[in-house]
């Protein structure tokens, strides 16, 4: 008898002993170092927003801020006729009062073989061209200019908004703002204009050029 109470309380003493030692190993382990995990990025940085100068023969300069996070083809094909000069001798053919500032589609400056750089178009970046374009067309906002029929002939012609024209939102490329000098565009606008809205007084872009 005796020695089967030893042999109970051995059985005990080895069953505490193994309880003990399964929660020191679960102690040890939660005080363990967790391990390092790095920080994933999950989206790209935001494009960056260049700053071009309009400098006009004689009402001033403006400064135009572009948005490529709307329209990035749009915009990479402006900066790169800006930083090729294509706009300097640009002017304003048309002021539709109760809409926007339409420029020229050339200068009579550019050689015939830079000339020949605003024949490349841009397939027009516009809901109505089943394109994401979420930039409205505010007042002083840029546009992309294009045949109306043919959503992707836009070149280098831009219309700057006199207004909040939201009948044109989805039809048309928007793809920058005037940031400095609305004051100049609104001087612009106020220019006399024969009966097709062409100033009577040429309006000149002399120099157009990315700020630095």
Not at 9 to 32: M, V
Not at 45 to 70: D, I, L, M
Not at 79 to 84: I, Q, S
Not at 87 to 115: C, K, M, W
Request: hydrophobic fraction near 40%; proline fraction near 4%.
């Amino acid at each position: 008898m005796k020695i089967i109470k030893s042999l109970f309380l051995l059985l005990i003493t080895c069953c505490i002993f193994a309880a003990c030692s399964s929660g020191n190993d679960a102690s040890d382990a939660s005080n363990q170092d967790a391990p390092v995990v790095e920080n994933v990025v999950t989206s790209a940085a935001a494009p960056e927003h260049t700053f071009v100068t309009f400098e006009t023969q004689s009402h001033g300069k403006f400064v135009v801020e572009t948005y490529p996070e709307h329209a990035p083809e749009t915009v990479r094909h402006f900066l790169e006729l800006v930083d090729g000069g294509f706009y300097n001798g640009f002017t304003i053919e048309q002021i539709r009062h109760s809409e926007a500032l339409v420029t020229s589609e050339s200068s009579p400056a550019l050689r015939s073989d830079s000339a020949a750089a605003l024949a490349t178009t841009v397939s027009g970046e516009f809901t109505k061209n089943g394109r994401s374009n979420a930039l409205k067309l505010e007042k002083y906002t840029l546009a992309l200019n294009h045949i109306p029929t043919q959503y992707d002939s836009g070149s280098a012609q831009f219309m700057i908004m006199l207004t909040s024209s939201h009948d044109f939102d989805g039809e048309y490329a928007g793809f920058g703002k005037v940031v400095q000098g609305t004051e100049v565009i609104d001087k612009i606008a106020g220019s006399e204009v024969d009966r097709k809205g062409t100033p009577v007084s040429p309006i000149v872009m002399k120099k157009v050029y990315i700020n630095e």
